[in-house]
């Protein structure tokens, strides 16, 4: 009997984790995010701002959709407490948008400088997180 019970235990559990690991697999990757700072050089060719717009804006869509899934995924429910303790999944997810922001600021400045390569860069690291 006892046998069953911890079999039935570990079967619990592994599909808690199994059910769990999707979301927070989305977490993990954009807290391991690294953020391209890309430094304006020197201009070599005259790109559209038009060009720039839509990377810049199709960049601030991603991190605004990433960031409200975050929110409404984990965050509904959640406490002071939560907020608060020590090795919280909680602490993970405001990790998380914490890294959304800095890149949204990233983002605004290579808007404010023109700089393509570094919108360009952030594009390619937020394509699959956008498209998971």
Do not use: W
């Amino acid at each position: 009997m006892k046998k069953l019970s911890l079999i039935m235990a570990i079967f619990n559990l592994s599909t808690l984790t199994a059910c769990s690991a999707p979301h927070q697999d989305e977490v993990e990757k954009i807290n391991h995010l690294q953020i391209p700072l890309i430094l304006p050089g020197e201009k070599t060719a005259e790109v559209q701002t038009s060009h720039i717009a839509a990377l810049y804006q199709t960049n601030k869509q991603h991190i605004n959709a990433l960031s409200t899934s975050l929110k409404n995924q984990y965050l509904q429910d959640t406490t002071s407490k939560d907020i608060f303790t020590e090795d919280s999944p909680v602490q993970r997810v405001y990790t998380s948008l914490t890294k959304l922001e800095q890149l949204d600021m990233i983002n605004q400045q290579y808007l404010k400088d023109n700089n393509e390569i570094g919108l360009k860069n952030i594009n390619i690291i937020l394509q699959p997180l956008a498209a998971g």
